[in-house]
């Protein structure tokens, strides 16, 4: 079976540092990847991790390990803009999401 | 460069009434996939394909049939419509899942009364 786990939702100040967990249960791993959702619009891609380690990309970096079966998204200096929720995807062929993560930035 | 298409946009259907969520990519993708997105709540599969003439079903794919003729097109079908439809469906697709990132459609927004 597959199973992915993240928190339902997160409040984090403008201008902070957050990190949204998501860890995983799947009978296979291709790799994770980490989307973004603005309220009413379709996901778009941020991340994708398929080895160990930290992946870092501007404001966004992604770390993943493997045998802890455990990833997260590290959002740095937040901006209202990044109010949305944060979806893990685990590609085990096929590719298949968690339920999210609603991150509100507040002033 | 239109990438995944879909339509409609928006749809209301009757309870028993059939209708096609239409999908094509202009990527040469060899994956696609349907899902559907209640409010609040994360991206539920449907069905995925990973080449024309292949399909097979996601997690929660009763209510529903699809097909996949050709590279471009993988249209969701909806028999007998129910209340419990009601969602926001997005088609997807991908190269190659293992290492390259899948493109979402805009959604079809549909409601079942």
């Known amino acids: 079976g597959q199973n992915i786990d993240q928190p339902t939702e997160m409040t984090a100040t403008e201008g902070a540092i957050v990190q949204i967990n998501c860890t995983y249960q799947?009978?296979?791993?291709?790799?994770l990847f980490w989307y973004q959702q603005h309220a009413g619009e379709a996901p778009t891609f941020l991340s994708y991790?398929?080895?160990?380690g930290l992946e870092e990309k501007g404001r966004f970096s992604s770390f993943l390990s493997r045998s802890k079966g455990y990833s997260y998204l590290l959002l740095k200096e937040l901006q209202m803009k990044d109010s949305a929720s944060y979806l893990c995807?685990?590609?085990?062929?096929?590719?298949?999401f968690g339920k999210g993560t609603r991150l509100s930035v507040i002033a | 460069n239109a990438g995944v298409t879909q339509t409609p946009k928006f749809r209301i259907l009757k309870i028993g009434q059939s209708m096609t969520l239409q999908c094509t990519q202009d990527?040469?993708?060899?994956?696609m996939y349907w899902y559907r997105q209640d409010p609040g709540m994360g991206l539920k599969l449907i069905y995925y394909?990973?080449?024309?003439?292949?399909?097979d079903k996601g997690e929660v794919p009763n209510g529903y049939n699809v097909s996949r003729s050709t590279t471009e097109d993988f249209p969701l079908r909806l028999e007998l419509a129910a209340p419990s439809q009601t969602s926001v469906y997005f088609c997807?697709?991908?190269?190659?899942?293992?290492?390259?990132?899948?493109?979402f459609g805009q959604g079809t927004r549909l409601t079942v009364v």
């Open positions: 997807a697709s991908s190269y190659d899942p293992g290492n390259t990132e899948a493109f």
């Open positions: 991790n398929v080895l160990d």
């Open positions: 990527m040469n993708h060899n994956y």
């Open positions: 995807a685990v590609h085990d062929t096929p590719l298949v």
């Open positions: 394909s990973v080449g024309a003439g292949i399909t």
């Open positions: 799947t009978s296979g791993f291709n790799g």
